[in-house]
């Protein structure tokens, strides 16, 4: 039972009566039944891929945690070119839905460096991100149906196929980003888009992240949606990767402070994509927003320049402790942040390393920090607020879970906490599922004596 309760770093452990994993989605209402009826709770469990230790039991013995894995329910029901539409169980690895949607010539654009492992059932409940926020949009904007089993056990079939459904309320829109507090997702649809019929991907050299920043809009205004990924990567976790990945070398001659992997991509068959690149690089370079850049000639090399930006977490990990933060602030403050938030934190605890990476282009990054575990709350408490203070989320995209769960009172508005516990408790009226997680029930008053919302 070790894997499924711990989560893959060994940040949380927990303990679990039973692992079940149900086959289908009237086994998942069975287990739900069964498991309620004892009592019990239930912590759903995709590829156990998360980063906050939301899939992972709690370890209170006097509370009864079920882990229910969903990774048998593992077939793509349907792939639809004329809707446009995957419909794949919780349970398919991110992978094989990409693969599913691609033999039907399709693009399934959820893209993240866990897609080996993590599961629609995870994605969907972390509303995941990844590298092409920036052109299509998180699982939510990919979203077009769900099917959900609630606490009472009974099947939400809410798997609809419509672009346009003005007929209420979004009730999927509550289940996804959940982080199984809400239900049990079994199935999901998502939209698919055209395949890319020519890619090009550019290893950027920019001497700071205002310039970066320049850089992305420079991009989108000449080269529009033809840009699907902007990644920001600074010089220490080049280091880090090269140091410790074998066979990764530096896609650059020259050594800069920041780096950017941005990748381009068109439908179009016949698109001249790499040379529109090029002309819109020269004019980068005029405006001294890229020192250095390296176009990839072949897959071979694509796959060589992605493989330094997904390894920085491998790197990091192999490094030592870190204290990470997955944040977002408005685009045009990302600079003030990457200039603000090292200083704060070299001031708080002298001996950190801070690092920087990430999704950018959304306002994204990976603030990260190498050191000693026993000084993670004191350079927390120092990020999250300067976060706060320029407009910012404690969490872009990988969630609360157990990681956050104490920290979000402290920032997030009264009314909205007072929101989602009326709506937890509404759903899920006895606290079936997932203790502990996400918002905090402790203190809150019992549903029947709830404010109604
Ligand atoms: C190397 C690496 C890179 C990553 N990069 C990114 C990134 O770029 N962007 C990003 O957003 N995330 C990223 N992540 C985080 C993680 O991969 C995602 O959050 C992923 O979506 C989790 O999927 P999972 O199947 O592993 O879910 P799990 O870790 O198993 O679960 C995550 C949460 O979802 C709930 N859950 C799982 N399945 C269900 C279900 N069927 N019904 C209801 N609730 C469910 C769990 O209870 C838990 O709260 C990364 C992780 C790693 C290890």
Known sequence: MAPYVADWRGRYRGTAACVIEPADVDGVARAVRVIAARGGRIVPQGGNTGMVGGGVPGSDPAVMEVVLSLR?????RDVDVLDNVLVAEAGVILKNAQHAA???GRLLPISLAAEGSAQVGGVVSTNAGGINVLRYGCARDLL??????????SIWNGLRRLRKDNTGYDLKQLFIGAEGTLGVITAAAFRLSPLPQAQASAFLAVPSPEAAVRLLRHLQSELGDCLSAFELIERVCM???LGSISETQSPLHSTSPWYVLAEFSTPMKGLAIKEMVEQCLTT?????LVSDATLAQNETQRAKLWRIREEITEAERRHGPSVKHDISVPVSRMADFLAAAPAAVLAAVPEARPLAFGHVGDGNVHFNVLAPEATADRISAVVYDLVAKLGGSISAEHGIGRSKVALLPRYKDDLSLSLMRRLRATLDPTGLFNPGKLVSMQGAAAPGDMEPI
């Open 239 to 241: 280091e880090l990767v």
């Open 144 to 153: 077009l149906g769900l099917e959900v089993v609630l606490a009472d056990g």
């Open 72 to 76: 048998r329910m593992n077939r793509v």
């Open 102 to 104: 691609r033999e039907a």
């Open 284 to 288: 980068a370079f005029e405006l001294d």
